[in-house]
């Protein structure tokens, strides 16, 4: 199968969550059980070199994910023309019964790819952050203990966005497929069409 059930699912309750404003879909663990180390043993230059990284790779995930969303959002308007285009050339592509269910196939392809490729864009997501705020209100006993505090959240935040991020590319890349199946389908359509004359 090209797509797993995990997958299926995840795509499902992406653009689910389209129509449900607020509802978030389940993620997959990308770290599997793996959890956030125990930092106790960590003196503070080692834990000074995890937050500056932290921070590093968090702003790079971040940038990556924007990068995606924007990627989607290109592919959402090169899906609104190749489909105007396939409708408004239905005449000049399609000759028969064999060659309209062939273009049929392509435009539910397309149909697919839009509507995945606008979840990747505007599904709720789920990005890992650390929230000045809230940690101002931790009371660690000293420098030391604040700064492994604060090394553990951002972990979490990265594991968090790389799961949103990894997400995200699923649902890109699986938009990208059906676009490509359809545009297939639709040249076939044409050849069929275009034998038939």
């Not at 937050?51 to 994910?65: H, Q, S």
């Not at 396939?86 to 839009?114: C, H, N, Q, R, Y």
């Amino acid at each position: 199968m090209i797509f797993d059930k995990g997958e299926l699912r995840l795509i499902a309750e992406h653009i689910a969550s389209l129509f449900q404003p607020g509802r978030r879909p389940t993620m997959p663990a990308t770290y599997g059980t793996l959890e956030v180390g125990d930092l106790n043993a960590w003196e503070l230059p080692t834990v000074d070199l995890l937050l500056e990284e932290g921070r590093r790779t968090l702003d790079a995930i971040n940038g990556r994910f924007e990068n995606l969303r924007n990627r989607s959002q290109y592919l959402i308007g090169v899906l609104l023309v190749t489909i105007t285009a396939a409708v408004g050339m239905l005449d000049l592509i399609v000759e028969g019964p064999a060659a309209f269910l062939v273009w049929a196939l392509g435009i539910t392809s397309f149909g697919l790819a839009l509507i995945i490729a606008f979840a990747a864009f505007a599904a709720t997501a789920e990005l890992g952050s650390v929230d000045p705020v809230l940690f101002s209100r931790e009371k660690p006993d000293n420098h030391l203990d604040a700064a492994r505090s604060l090394a553990r959240a951002y972990t979490k935040a990265v594991m968090r966005t790389t799961t949103a991020l990894h997400v995200r590319f699923t649902l890109y890349r699986d938009a990208a497929w059906f676009f490509v199946v359809g545009v297939v389908f639709i040249a076939v359509a044409w050849g069929l069409g275009h034998a038939a004359r």
